[in-house]
Every structure is written in C-alpha cells, then in structure tokens.
C-alpha cells in the first residue's frame, strides 16, 4: 500500500512494506506545545535498545576512561543532554522539542524497521528508514556538533585578530588584545543546530555514490556502536594511519544496526543508496575488525552488550575523530581549511548568554592571570 507522503514531499513518496512504514508517512509536529521534557538524546535510546543485554542494559565506556566501564545501564539512562536541542524563539521563548519530533519519526519505526531486516527482508522503505537513521545519527551527534563549533570558533578567533591589526576591534573587546589565540570562544549552539541541515545534505549525497548491504553477526562476539556510530573513510588505509571521513577516493561505510546486525556501504557496490542485500559473517576476526572501527570512531561513549571488546576500547579510548583548522586570508575573505583526524577530544569553552556567566568567566580570567603574572622583586 502507498500513501502519499504529507510532510516529507516527493522525497519522502516511498511505499509501505507490510508492516514497515516509511518514516515519511508519520507527523513530525508533536501535539502538545506545552512539553516540559528537556532531557534531550543526542543517541536515540531505541536505536540502543538493539545493543542490550537479556535484562535491558547497555554497557557504557567513557572516552575518558576507557579502561573503566560504567555499572550496566539502561539505555533510557545515558546518551543525553538538557537543551540539546533547544532554540531561542522571538520573545525569549524557547523551543525544545522541534529537533526531537523530527527525530521521532524515525524512532517511532526503527523497531518495525530492525525486525524485518533481521527477518533477511529487502525493500525501499526498509532502505529508506536505515539510511534515515544513519542520516540523523551522523547530523545530530555531539562529534558533528563539535566539528561545527570547532570551525566557527576558527573564524571568530581570526576575524578578531585581523580587527585587532587593523584597529577596528570594538571597545568592549579591546581589553583582550594580544589574547585571541587564547581566550575563550564560546559559540552559539544555535550555530551547530542550523548546521544539522548542511550534514543532511553531505550526507545524502554520500549515500548516492554508495551501496549498501546488511551483514549479520553469527559469532559470540556482539557488535559495538557509540555516540557517533557511523563510521566512513578510506578501506585502503591501515586503522593507525587512517582519516575519519575520506571521501575523496574508495570509500566504506559501517553503521551498526543492533548488536547483531551492522549495514556497511561502499563506492564499489551497486546500486546506490539501497540495501541490496543480507549476508552472514562467521569470522570472529572480521567481527573484530569491525567493533576496531566503531571503537575508533567513538566520540564520547563507547557501548556493547557485554565486556568482550574491552582491549579494542582500552586501546582506541585517546583519540576521537576531531579536526585541526587553518585559517588563509584571500583578501578581506577569511576560509576555514579544516582537516579531518583522530586526536585528543576537543575541550570547548562555555557559550556566554547572560550576564551572570559573563561575570563568572571574567573572575575565573582575572584570577588566572594573577597566578601566571610572577610576584613583583
């Protein structure tokens, strides 16, 4: 059965598949604007449900110890933040739920969606709910967020200084010349929100120059996934000289789907932008491999079904996918050159929104300066 899509436009004209419907045909605007849930996941808490043991918990690894996993816990638990999503609105109102609705409608059929791919089954709708869920699981994620924000922070730390060279800064800033490489940029999340639709976009154009197919897990070893589960770049470079994200030549694409199921895209499988096909891995090692991936690319959290991957996420917890920047000046335009790698967690400065917060960085400031200035002879 077909029904006309009434939110999503042509794009979203896929037909139902049984009991799979596309996400399309749901209602993205949430009845109630009177919500008070400001818990935002960034890490949809249906997609973890896939990676839980019998009783319904998750394992969880921190980045920052990797070689300390946190008690089990439930999925319902983790994977959030307050005012993820939140905007500002005209007013000073807020909207918290926008992003969490649009979310939802993918939520609402990745149940119905995994047990029919469990089930070996191929259809558009099947393809177009799983490549929906890999979309915003690459967008909404705080690597991506953080990316963004890196980028932004980039071009206000030059602007200022090329103002500070030319005399232009204005007086309220004038007190931090000879500090911009230093001092604390905070930036809107209002910023890495609106980038969200630039990730869609990249994304669905990745997904035109790749296949894709879905590999179940018959080994004892579950799969991994993270905060940041889908994971791209070249299979030509070796795991310790390899770079997040290049699309530029060969390219793989590993999302896990559950703890026993993983789609995998690739430029050299047709057609593109559909699962095409269901295979079984029986190779421990190949398991392995690809729980090093998912291991690597995590951001913040590290999650599994039970402790078997503990060497691979002791071993890959130090470095995350980031970016390093470089700022040319052509003229008076500044570009942001950005290189995709693995690094150290990027450590962002608060964003200052209210006086109160303004007033607290500057006395953390001042007295940061006082310690480093030496005592007077």
């Known amino acids: 059965m077909t029904k006309s899509p009434r939110y999503f436009g042509a794009w979203g004209n896929v037909p139902a598949d049984g009991d799979v419907r596309p996400f399309s045909m749901l209602n993205p605007s949430g009845g109630d604007i009177n919500r008070t849930n400001r818990r935002h996941h960034f890490i949809?808490?249906?997609?973890?449900?896939?990676?839980?043991?019998?009783?319904?918990?998750?394992?969880?690894?921190?980045?920052?110890?990797?070689?300390?996993?946190?008690?089990?816990?439930?999925p319902r638990a983790i994977g959030f933040e307050r005012d993820y999503y939140s905007q500002k609105l005209p007013g000073g109102d807020?909207?918290?739920?926008?992003?969490?609705?649009?979310?939802?409608?993918?939520?609402?059929?990745?149940?119905?969606?995994?047990?029919?791919?469990?089930?070996?089954?191929?259809?558009?709708?099947?393809?177009?709910?799983?490549?929906?869920?890999?979309?915003?699981?690459r967008a909404r994620v705080p690597a991506t967020r953080d990316r963004h924000a890196l980028m932004i922070e980039a071009k206000i730390r030059c602007e200022h200084k090329i103002g500070e060279k030319l005399g232009l800064l204005p007086p309220q800033l004038e007190r931090y010349s000879g500090q911009f490489d230093t001092v604390p940029v905070g930036v809107n999340p209002h910023e890495t929100l609106l980038a969200m639709k630039g990730e869609f976009k990249n994304f669905g154009d990745l997904c035109f120059r790749l296949g894709f197919e879905v590999l179940h897990n018959k080994t004892s070893t579950?799969?991994?996934?993270?905060?940041?589960?889908?994971?791209?770049?070249?299979?030509?470079?070796?795991?310790?000289?390899?770079?997040?994200?290049?699309?530029?030549?060969?390219?793989?694409?590993i999302f896990p789907v559950s703890?026993?199921?993983?789609?995998?895209?690739?430029?050299?499988?047709?057609?593109?932008?559909?699962?095409?096909?269901?295979?079984?891995?029986?190779?421990?090692?190949?398991?392995?491999?690809?729980?090093?991936?998912?291991?690597?690319?995590?951001?913040?959290?590290?999650?599994?079904?039970?402790?078997?991957?503990d060497d691979l996420i002791r071993a890959l917890g130090a470095l995350v996918p980031t970016i390093t920047t470089r700022v040319r000046r052509l003229g008076k335009e500044v570009q942001i050159i950005c290189h995709d790698v693995f690094g150290p967690r990027p450590t962002l400065s608060q964003y200052i929104d209210t006086p109160e917060k303004a007033a607290r960085l500057e006395a953390r400031m001042a007295a940061a300066s006082s310690h480093a200035d030496p005592a007077p002879e």
């Open 44 to 74: 949809s808490a249906v997609y973890m449900d896939g990676f839980a043991d019998d009783s319904g918990r998750v394992q969880v690894y921190l980045c920052e110890a990797p070689g300390n996993p946190l008690p089990p816990m439930n």
């Open 259 to 309: 703890a026993h199921m993983l789609v995998r895209g690739s430029s050299k499988r047709r057609p593109v932008n559909t699962i095409s096909r269901h295979r079984d891995i029986s190779d421990s090692r190949k398991v392995r491999q690809l729980n090093r991936t998912i291991a690597q690319f995590s951001y913040r959290m590290t999650i599994g079904q039970d402790r078997s991957s």
């Open 94 to 137: 807020h909207d918290n739920h926008r992003f969490e609705d649009l979310w939802n409608t993918i939520e609402t059929v990745w149940p119905e969606t995994v047990r029919a791919l469990a089930a070996r089954r191929l259809s558009p709708a099947i393809s177009f709910n799983v490549l929906g869920m890999q979309t915003i699981m």
């Open 222 to 253: 579950p799969f991994l996934t993270s905060d940041n589960p889908v994971c791209s770049y070249d299979p030509r470079q070796p795991l310790h000289a390899r770079t997040s994200y290049e699309h530029s030549g060969e390219i793989e694409l």
